[in-house]
C-alpha cells in the first residue's frame, strides 16, 4: 500500500486552528466500516484521507447525500471542538462588507462526504474583506486589484472576470458558503495567496514543453480547411521556446519533430531535463454545433480525491495518488497566470481554468498545466490559428502567464 505524508496531501502551511476542528471519530468509524470493504480492492492507502472521499459526485452534493442517507457520515457533521477556536474570527482583519456573520475559523464540517471549511474566516486568514449578495447565496471576496465572486452550489467562480472551476461545488451551510479543504488548498490559496505555497515551491530555471500528439497521431482535425492539430502545436511550440530562451530559460521540448512521442514518456523528458515547469500545447474541437465554440481553455490535473470535470460520478481511482498531486498549488499558480494572459491578449472566448485526470498532468514531477488554445472545429478561428501571425501572439501570451507566473514563484522563495 501506498503512504502519502500530509505535507503531500496538502502543500499549503496547515492553519493550526482548523485543525482543532476535524472530527477525528467519525473520520476512524468511515474508516472502519466503509474504506477497506469499498476501496480494498483499488489498493488505497487506508489513511486518515479516507474519510474525505466523495461517495458520490461532489458536483452534485444534494444527490450524493439523499442517495447515501443510510450513512451517517455523509451527513453534515460539525464537530464540537468548533466553539473553542470561535474566538479567532474576530481577531481577524475586519469584514467590513458582510452583511452576516460568519461561522467560526477553524471549523471543518464533513458535506457530501468531502471536509469542507468555512469561506469568509479562510479569506480573512488571507486579509481578503468579504461582501453578501442575493440572500446568501453569494460572496464576493477581495482585496487590492484582485476580486473573487462565488456562488452557492456551483463550482464555477469568477477571479477578475476569469472563469474558473473547483473540483467541488461552493456549498451553503449555516448560513455561510463552504469550500472544499482540497480546493482552498489547490486552488483558492494559490491563486489568493501564492506565497502560502512556499513549503512546495520550486525554482524555474528549466520549463518543458510538450507540442501535443505527432506522427500518425494527428490530433484534432480541421478536414475542410485541412489543418493538423499536431503541425499547429508543433510550430506554436517552438515559437514559446524561442521566447522563453530570450529570457533565460533553459528549455526542453517532449518532440522537435513530427513523430509520436508515447504520453507517459512526455512527463520523462520533462523530468530527465530537470524541468521546473511542464506545458503541453493542445488546440482543441467539438463536434456538437461547433461553429458556436470557440476560445481558451486551461487545465490542471484534479487533484486526488476529486471528479474530473468530463465525468459526473467518481470512481475509485480517483482516490488513488499521483505524481501530479504534490504540485497541485504551484500547477493552480502557473495555470490561472497562463488563462488571463492568453484571455488579455487574444481578446478570445473565456474556457475557463479547468482540471482534469490528464495523463501528462497526471504523471509530471513538477507544475504542470495543459493550454487549449483554441478551437480547430470553430472555422473561423481554426483560420486565424493556421496564421504564423497568431500562434507567434499564442506564445507571447503563454509567455506573458510565465513571466507573471515566476513573479509569483519569485515572491514565495524570498
Ligand atoms: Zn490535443
Given at each position: 500500500m501506498r503512504t502519502i505524508s500530509p505535507t503531500i496531501l496538502h502543500p499549503t502551511p496547515t492553519i493550526p486552528a482548523m485543525e482543532k476542528g476535524i472530527n477525528k471519530t467519525p473520520a476512524r468509524m468511515l474508516r472502519g466500516l466503509l474504506a477497506c470493504a469499498l476501496f480494498a480492492a483499488a489498493h488505497?492507502?487506508?489513511?486518515?484521507q479516507d474519510a474525505s472521499r466523495?461517495?458520490?459526485s461532489p458536483t452534485r452534493p444534494g444527490a450524493a447525500s439523499s442517495q447515501h442517507?443510510?450513512?451517517?457520515?455523509s451527513k453534515p457533521t460539525v464537530p464540537a471542538a468548533s466553539s473553542a477556536s470561535g474566538a479567532k474570527a474576530s481577531s481577524k482583519p475586519a469584514n467590513t462588507g458582510a452583511k452576516k456573520k460568519s461561522s467560526a475559523s477553524g471549523t471543518v464540517v464533513s458535506l457530501g462526504g468531502l471536509n469542507h471549511i468555512d469561506l469568509v474566516p479562510f479569506a480573512k486568514t488571507m486579509g481578503y474583506s468579504a461582501t453578501w449578495q442575493n440572500d446568501g447565496k453569494q460572496l464576493t471576496l477581495k482585496k487590492g486589484g484582485t476580486r473573487i465572486e462565488i456562488t452557492g452550489e456551483s463550482r464555477e467562480f469568477l477571479l477578475n472576470g476569469t472563469r474558473v472551476f473547483a473540483g467541488s461545488a461552493f456549498r451553503i451551510y449555516r448560513r455561510s458558503l463552504w469550500v472544499s479543504r482540497i480546493d482552498a488548498d489547490t486552488l483558492l490559496a494559490p491563486i489568493m495567496d501564492p506565497r502560502r505555497g512556499r513549503s512546495t515551491v520550486m525554482q524555474l530555471k528549466v520549463i518543458a514543453i510538450d507540442a501535443g500528439h505527432g506522427g500518425i497521431d494527428k490530433g484534432k482535425i480541421n478536414e475542410r480547411l485541412k489543418i493538423y492539430e499536431k503541425d499547429m502545436v508543433l510550430d506554436t511550440a517552438k515559437r514559446l521556446k524561442t521566447l522563453l530562451e530570450k529570457r533565460g530559460y533553459k528549455v526542453v521540448m517532449t518532440r522537435t519533430a513530427d513523430k509520436k512521442v508515447e504520453l507517459g514518456d512526455r512527463p520523462e523528458v520533462a523530468a530527465k531535463a530537470g524541468a521546473d515547469l511542464f506545458i503541453s500545447i493542445h488546440y482543441n474541437s467539438v463536434a456538437s454545433r461547433p461553429q458556436s465554440v470557440s476560445g481558451a481553455e486551461v487545465y490542471r490535473f484534479t487533484p486526488r480525491y476529486q471528479v474530473p470535470m468530463r465525468r459526473e460520478k467518481s470512481q475509485p481511482s480517483d482516490a488513488l495518488w499521483n505524481p501530479g498531486d504534490a504540485h497541485g498549488f504551484w500547477s493552480s499558480v502557473a495555470g490561472i497566470k497562463i488563462q488571463q494572459a492568453l484571455l488579455s491578449s487574444l481578446k478570445v472566448s473565456d474556457r475557463g481554468f479547468k482540471h482534469d485526470k490528464l495523463a501528462v498532468l497526471r504523471l509530471a514531477k513538477c507544475p504542470a498545466v495543459l493550454v487549449e488554445a483554441g478551437f480547430l472545429s470553430h472555422n473561423a478561428e481554426a483560420r486565424k490559428i493556421a496564421t504564423p501571425a497568431y500562434r507567434q501572439q499564442i506564445a507571447e501570451a503563454i509567455a506573458k502567464g510565465v513571466d507573471a507566473y515566476a513573479t509569483a514563484v519569485a515572491a514565495a522563495r524570498k
Open positions: 488505497i492507502a487506508a489513511d486518515a466523495p461517495l458520490s442517507s443510510n450513512i451517517p457520515l
